[in-house]
């Protein structure tokens, strides 16, 4: 089992966002986190990496509760990608390369055919590798995120609305690429009609 969620309740200050929820997510299994806009589909991907403290109730990820002794463990073995956030890179290239600097990450480091291959998988030319990260668009933004997730090989994907910036053709194609990942377990808060038909699970807040 990679994830156990055991009757969590999720509030700011006196507003209840998540209560009494519950579900187990096994290896490989692609669950979509879906529901109206601020039932806290983004807070539970944040509960369950991690970053959102539960009032009450269970998180084991790995077998292990979520927690302050096992939180570091426990990220380790997951990449998160939001749906937004600011790139600071000189170059996609030097993104890319950042994690594998870490010792956690040490010799990881994917062959320049691997890179090749995921960028291909989401409609990524290879030439963006030498661009800026100012210069291309927010669905290549998008889509570069998910490739530093998917390079770095980690048994759990976390990923909050990972299509929202694309386009139809784009959106598909991505969806099968990344849902057809058999090992990796992908857990996604989405509106993606697509996205959800493609998932095995699917959680409605």
């Known amino acids: ?122 409609s990524l030319p290879p030439e963006l590798l030498d661009k800026t990260p100012s210069t291309i668009s927010g669905g290549q933004r998008q889509r570069v995120l998910l490739a530093s997730s998917l390079l770095l090989k980690k048994p759990l994907l976390i990923t909050d609305e990972p299509t929202s910036a694309l386009d139809e053709t784009n959106r598909k194609k991505i969806t099968d690429f990344i849902l057809s990942q058999k090992e990796l377990t992908v857990v996604a808060s989405t509106h993606d009609s697509y996205w959800m038909e493609k998932s095995d699970k699917i959680i409605t807040l």
């Open 1 to 122: 089992m990679i994830i156990q969620v055991k009757n969590i309740k999720i509030a700011y200050n006196s507003q209840v966002v998540i209560e009494s929820l519950s579900f187990d997510v096994n290896q490989g299994q692609k669950v979509a986190i879906t529901g109206e806009s601020g039932k806290g589909k983004s807070t539970l991907l944040h509960a369950i990496a991690g970053f959102t403290p539960f009032q009450s109730g269970d998180i084991l990820l790995f077998d292990k509760p979520l927690n302050e002794s096992n939180v570091g463990f426990i990220r380790q073995q997951l990449a998160w990608v939001p749906q937004e956030t600011a790139l600071h890179f000189d170059s996609i290239r030097e993104m890319i390369d950042a994690p594998f600097e870490f010792a956690a990450n040490a010799g990881l480091k994917p062959s320049e055919n691997r890179i090749k291959e995921v960028f291909e998988g989401l």
